[in-house]
């Protein structure tokens, strides 16, 4: 069997590879390996950036919420640093909160006619002829295609059989993931919360939910009973005072807990002749910044806009698209994970000297206009802009700046 494009893994990134190569007239085989979706805490945050792309595809889910601000607070709710989206000169400058399930369900309703999608699909592994990927091996046949797209997530095999090195970073801490049910409501922000804990993160759900994920060592939570999670929430509340109005909703739904993994990691390369990777296989980040799911459509996209300038799926072709893509993507994704990791840091390095820079740092973004302007543009997937080390140094209010008023000049 041949298809011109197949997508192995229909997470965001495998959805959407498939809705952008699908566009282009391609014939795609999307194989998923899951029978059926499973709820996750996870890519429930969608950045400017991608809202203009999932619009352009007729895949923005309906129902989500708009969240106008991403808010650093203290313990106590107090703001220390505020990126204002409706700042940005965008059309839809704000952030879309809705289920990681919807938000799926949106991208496979937005699907072309020319994608083929099969769920309860493994794929076995790689066809190659020559030195280059030229198919998969399903259960039952080999399916030949002119591309081959790994969206089979963070612990990719087809990564590892492709020979691309990945080394992981894994934070010290984990996220306990909890969806608040019956919760008064809250600001229509994503609020991030500084604490002697680490972090604590809201932002409000479709249907009066709140999502609430909290900073917890590696086995903080391992083996404790009814009475020793109760404790922990207590804990957890008079930590963070801003919380208090949500202490009813925690309790009574410590049971539905989710305990996620953070790390951080960049493919030492996003291709390789007849191979593309996207979303997870290919890169991650700390959620706190909230790329993940972003990334993974802005990889779908430019996947597709190098595939499309190309013209056709001659192998040569392909593999010019393929390196053009890998070095693109990889420029970008370094500096949004650079942001990412310097963001996460700031809140969640419980270390002495980890506290008080953080706190300086995060102080000096938010009295700084054009850093946390220029922060907020490229955290929004709408451009990068990396700082320089003379700006750390104003985040730190170790060097005094005299732009700070103003926006930055690219602007």
């Not at 998923?32 to 979706?37: F, H, I, L, R």
């Not at 900073?215 to 009814?226: F, I, K, T, W």
Request: aromatic residues 4%; positive net charge; charged residues 20%.
């Amino acid at each position: 069997m041949r298809y011109d494009v197949v997508v192995c893994g229909a997470g965001v990134a495998g959805l959407a590879a498939a809705c952008a190569l699908g566009r282009l007239g391609h014939r795609v085989l999307l194989a998923e390996k899951q029978d059926a979706v499973k709820p996750v805490a996870k890519g429930e945050v969608l950045q400017p950036g991608s809202l203009a792309i999932l619009d352009e595809w007729g895949a923005a889910p309906d129902g989500a919420l708009k969240l106008g601000t991403l808010v650093a607070r203290d313990a106590g709710g107090a703001p220390q640093m505020a990126l204002e989206y409706g700042r940005l000169p965008v059309e839809r400058p704000w952030l879309l909160a809705h289920d990681y399930p919807a938000i799926l369900a949106a991208l496979t309703a937005a699907l072309p006619s020319t994608v083929d999608f099969r769920r309860g699909v493994l794929v076995g592994g790689l066809v190659r002829s020559g030195g280059r990927v030229t198919g998969v091996r399903l259960a039952d046949e080999v399916v030949d295609a002119a591309l081959v797209v790994a969206a089979d997530g963070i612990s990719s095999r087809l990564r590892r059989e492709a020979g691309i090195e990945a080394s992981r970073q894994d934070y010290p801490h984990r996220l306990a993931a909890f969806e608040l049910h019956g919760a008064p409501s809250v600001e229509a922000d994503f609020s991030a919360y500084v604490t002697e804990r680490g972090l604590r993160l809201r932002y409000p759900l479709p249907g009066g939910r709140v999502r609430l994920y909290a900073q917890v060592g590696a086995d903080e939570l391992r083996g404790l009973d009814a009475a020793g999670l109760a404790s922990w929430a207590d804990g957890l509340v008079s930590g963070t005072p801003a919380l208090a109005p949500l202490a009813d909703a925690i309790h009574a739904n410590l049971g539905g807990r989710q305990l996620l993994p953070v790390s951080r990691f960049l493919a030492g390369a996003l291709a390789v002749p007849g191979l593309a990777l996207v979303g997870e296989s290919g890169h991650a980040v700390h959620p706190m910044a909230a790329q993940g799911m972003n990334s993974a459509v802005a990889d779908a996209h430019a996947l597709a806009s190098m595939l499309r300038q190309g013209g056709s799926l001659a192998p040569a072709v392909v593999d010019h698209a393929l390196a053009r893509y890998d070095v693109a993507r990889r420029e970008n994704l370094t500096q949004i994970g650079r942001t990412s990791h310097n963001a996460a840091r700031m809140i969640t390095d419980l270390s002495w000297v980890g506290r008080v820079a953080g706190r300086r740092a995060l102080r000096g973004t938010g009295g700084n206009h054009r850093i946390r302007y220029t922060v907020m543009h490229t955290m929004s997937g709408l451009g990068v802009h990396p700082l320089t080390p003379v700006d750390r140094l104003h985040q730190l209010g170790v060097l005094p700046d005299p732009r700070a008023r103003r926006l930055p000049a690219w602007a």
